[in-house]
Each structure stands twice: as structure tokens, then as C-alpha cells.
């Protein structure tokens, strides 16, 4: 069993792209609090993500 099932190697500054929406294009972490993590998308703006369900690809 996984302590911890989120990503929490994640923090402000990186640089992530959203598996389900590469239309969205490149995106930088804002915050990660927890599971939450803000992203601020290219082409889609800031969007909440919850890291548990989501698994974002590093750049």
C-alpha cells in the first residue's frame, strides 16, 4: 500500500503538462498544497488539480 498516492515530488516553479489535455499546452505550477496544485496553463489559464487523480508529466 502507497502512503502517499499523490505526486509529492511536485513544487511551485516546474513545469508540467496535463496527460489528458495536451491541447492546454505547457503549464507552470503555481502552489501545491497537499494534493491540490495550481497550474497556470499556456493556452487554458490557472486550473486546480487534484494530484491524486491526475497525474502530471514533468518537462
Known amino acids: ?3 502517499e498516492p499523490f505526486q509529492t ?3 511551485p516553479g516546474q513545469i508540467v503538462v ?3 489535455h495536451p491541447e492546454w499546452g505547457q503549464g507552470q505550477i503555481q502552489s ?3 494534493a491540490r496544485v495550481t497550474v497556470n496553463f499556456e493556452n487554458q489559464g490557472k486550473v ?3 494530484a491524486e487523480h ?3 508529466e514533468t518537462v
Do not use: A, K, Q, W
Open 48 to 50: 486546480l488539480i487534484n
Open 54 to 56: 491526475v497525474f502530471l
Open 32 to 34: 501545491v498544497i497537499g
Open 9 to 11: 515530488f511536485l513544487e
Open 1 to 3: 500500500m502507497i502512503d
Open 18 to 20: 496535463h496527460p489528458d
